[in-house]
Each structure stands twice: as C-alpha cells, then as structure tokens.
C-alpha cells in the first residue's frame, strides 16, 4: 500500500510538450510510472513518443480524463498559467493534482487551493518536488533509483532534503516519499500526510523533515502528541542559519525565537519525536528506533 499515489494512479501531465514536461514525463516513464497522457489545448490531437510508449495529447483535463480514467495531474505549467491550469484540473474533478511549479504568486495559491478544497482535489505543492511510492508510481520531479520500496514514510518541506534522506536510508526503503514545497501556502501539509501515514498498514515508521519559518512543525508536534502512534523521526533545516537573514523558501521567515529550528526542535522531542541535527544524524536515528522495535 501507499499514500496518495500508487500503481493504479493514471496520470495526466499539464505541460506535458514543454522542455521541463518533457523531461520529467520520461523519467516518470522510466520509473513505471502510468502516465496515460498530456495535456495542451494548442497541441491535442497529437502524441508524443517515448521510449517506453507513445503518449497522447489532449486540448482540456476533461478531455483526457474522459478518455483515459486519469486521477492524478502533475503540473508543468509556467507560474502565470498555474492557477488557471490547477483551477481547470479541480473543475474536471481530479483527485489529485500535485504541482510542480515554483514561484507562483501567493494569492494565486491561496485562490485555486480554495478552489480545490471545494471541489474535493487535493493539491500537493506548489513548488515542491511530487511524490513516489518506490516501485509503485513517480508523480513529479524526485530521482526514482536511489532507494527501493519500504515501511518508512517521509513527508518534506524540502526537495532536496528529501532526496538525502531517501539515499541515507536506500538499505531500509520507503511507502511513499511527499514534497509538500516550501512556500508559505501549500495544498498539503504535514499533518495531512501524518495522517495518512498513521492509517497506511505498510508503514511502519514516519520521517518528517521541516524548516525555518513559521509554524508547522509546531503544529505537526501537537497532532503527532496527540494522534499519531507509529514512531516519528524528524529534522529542521536550519540550526545553523544566521538571524535576520532571509533564506531558503519563501515560507522560512523566522521572527524573533519563534519559527526557529530550535523551537521547532523542542516541540516535537515534547511530542515524542527523535529529532537529528544533520540528515545523516536523522537517519542514525531512524535506524536506531527500527533496530529497538525488531
């Protein structure tokens, strides 16, 4: 089993004909992916051949969900059009759209998330990596060969982050690895995946990766203290960021002691959580907590 993305997932890609659309469809592809086709109202009717198959291209995400069974879109779109791409894939009744793009305005974020809540899709991003359930589906940009399919599930604020912990713990493998992005808005967050990590029985264990900058790991800690029974490894990107310094994502604003990797740190080791101060600590302490429950 997985969260959110799994071998069954049928996914269309929006922006699929453009340089960054047509990189990542390939390599979604080469990691078996069920991409069923792509989506570009100046090229449908068209196909584009892969190595793996021949993928069609259609004018709407109506079009191509009508034809394919499609439930997931990824979207490559350029920031200016993704809030009318996100918009049009939510009024098609997509169930999942996860979004690719950075540097999206925030009040258009906060415009088609509101969109899509209402309409019942589920947003990932913007400005985030994707998600991969190792071995099962690949929906968006993270590299697929450097783990294997597990019991640990990782959400992350950070894509590359995500990407060290995906290697340092390649040995033990992953359910499902979430991007949620960085910016100050995102579709989903934290406890979403928490959740959903709690009530997957294939996953045995939660990494959650956050970073400076406003409070969601706080509010992560208070829903793990309270909701979440599986054990938790963390990490916060930043112990070593200087102060009055913007940095990093657009969402890592730190104002005085709060929003800090150190406060971030404290509440979760209140909620239980182990908490590293390096990747390579967090995964020793991933590690550490497998070999005490075998």
Do not use: W
């Not at 109202?41 to 291209?57: I, L, M, N």
């Not at 979004?99 to 209402?118: K, M, N, Q, Y």
């Not at 406003?214 to 490894?233: F, L, N």
């Amino acid at each position: 089993m997985a969260i959110h993305l799994t071998k069954e997932s049928k996914i269309l890609v929006q922006g699929m004909t453009g340089g960054e659309g047509m990189k990542h469809t390939r390599r979604m592809l080469a990691a078996g992916t069920n991409v069923v086709g792509g989506v570009n109202p100046r090229k449908a009717g068209r196909t584009v051949d892969f190595t793996e198959r021949s993928v069609p291209v259609f004018g709407s995400v109506a079009e191509g969900m009508d034809a394919t069974g499609a439930d997931v879109t990824v979207v490559f779109v350029p920031p200016a059009f993704t809030k009318a791409a996100v918009t049009e894939a939510a009024d098609a009744g997509i169930g999942l759209a996860v979004v690719i793009t950075e540097g999206v305005p925030v009040h258009d974020s906060v415009a088609f998330l509101a969109h899509a809540r209402r309409r019942g899709t589920r947003v990932i991003g913007p400005n985030c990596p994707g998600l991969i359930s190792p071995g099962q589906s690949n929906a968006g940009i993270i590299p697929a060969d450097i783990t294997k399919p597990g019991r640990i599930g990782l959400v992350s604020k950070s894509g590359t982050l995500t990407y060290q912990l995906m290697y340092e713990l390649r040995d033990i493998g992953f359910s499902t690895c979430v991007g949620i992005g960085g910016d100050p808005v995102v579709g989903t967050t934290h406890i979403d995946c928490l959740a959903a990590f709690e009530d997957d029985p294939d996953t045995d264990l939660i990494v959650l990766i956050g970073e400076i900058g406003g409070d969601a790991e706080e509010r992560a800690a208070a829903y793990i203290r309270d909701h979440v029974t599986k054990p938790v490894v963390g990490y916060i990107a930043g112990f070593t960021a200087p102060e009055g310094r913007t940095m990093g994502h657009a969402g890592a604003i730190v104002s005085g002691s709060s929003g800090t990797a150190r406060a971030k740190q404290q509440a979760l080791e209140a909620a239980g959580v182990r908490v590293g101060h390096t990747p390579t600590e967090t995964a020793r302490q991933v590690l550490a907590v497998l070999d005490a429950g075998s």
